[in-house]
């Protein structure tokens, strides 16, 4: 959205400024309002949970006590009839029979009670760790699908407000030549936008369903180019630099191979902000070739690296991310990888940056 001296282009500025607040503000208001509520539920499910634990863990101590207790007044009970049948105090009978099978008796119902309590008490722990484990995987995935629709929600309301007021501007007859061919440059963005969302949405279908690849022979320069044009067009800013050699031919989904190369490239453009440089390597070892997408970005943290190919995960949280996206794109590439049996992975960019890397074989597949 670009703010002139009169404000968009006959808009008047503070309405102009007052539809671009409005855009971008939207998601924050919303994400803190789902944030809020979310974590109140989270809250009063932890505090019952931790209720329910603190009662159970006392319950399965006194049971334990009670029960010590009955046996000690059942072993003594027994020496007292013991006594009375053979007419001589308890202290004269501990050499007998049957004070020693009386004792043995009791020793052994005491290890009965004990070993119990001790396999309540492993049981209980084992279940109370399933049931967090289970918890925080739910809390994880609620996270991520609601970071998904808050920023499904912005990605598809953004463009088509933007395409919106750029329309209705245009249907002003007083735009100059070069007004116009701005307002037409951004409408293509806002465009390319959601072509790439929805394209991104329909693979992410095809690869949980039922994706399989087919196979041909591609031109590993000549397809990056192409990829890379396109991209060009839509960040004119970012100096993208192809390190490919001539006549590397492989054999992979055509479709696929160009949805892992955009998806690499747009993952590091969106989080390259500041560096605006991109390297795309191509390099083969043997029968294996390695595909890389180089950034010096801010780079992702060593707790998240796991988590990045996970499907709706994004760096961060949605409440104050700045970055445009649905996390599907590096989900895509995971899908796409395994489905070709290729490696995939991360790597940190010394000193800057991130590297993503892709490991492919070249021998042509059994058809």
Known sequence: MFLCQNGIFGLKKAQAQAFYHTVITTKTAKSLLCSTFMNNSNNKLRIISHFVIVYMILALGWWTYLHHQKNRIIYQKELQILALESNKPISELRDTEAYRRTQQEYKRQERMIIGEGIVIILSLLLAIWFIYNSYRREVATANMKRNFLLSISHELKSPIASLKIALDTLLR??????????????????????????????????????????????????????????????????????????????????????????????????????????????????????????????????????????????????????????????????????????????????PQGSIFWIKIKINKPDL
């Open 173 to 350: 007859p007083q735009l100059t030549a070069k007004q116009r061919s701005t307002l037409l440059t951004n409408s293509r963005y806002d465009l390319e936008r959601l072509n790439k969302l929805i394209r991104n949405l329909l693979f992410s279908a095809r690869v949980d369903a039922q994706y399989q690849p087919y196979p041909e022979a591609i031109d590993v320069r000549e397809a990056v180019r192409q990829c890379t044009r396109s991209i060009a067009q839509t960040y004119p800013d970012y100096n993208i630099k192809i390190k490919i050699p001539d006549a590397i031919v492989i054999y992979a989904d055509r479709d696929g191979f160009d949805s892992i190369v955009n998806n690499l490239i747009d993952n590091a453009i969106k989080y390259s902000p500041e560096h605006k440089s991109i390297d795309i390597e191509f390099f083969q070892k043997n029968d294996v070739a390695t595909l890389r997408v180089i950034d010096k970005g801010i780079g992702v943290t060593a707790p998240e690296r796991k988590k990045i190919f996970d499907r709706f995960y994004r760096v961060g949280s949605e409440d104050t991310r700045t970055t445009k996206g649905t996390g599907l794109g590096l989900y895509i590439v995971r899908k796409i990888s395994e489905a070709h049996g290729w490696q995939y992975g991360y790597q940190s960019n010394k």
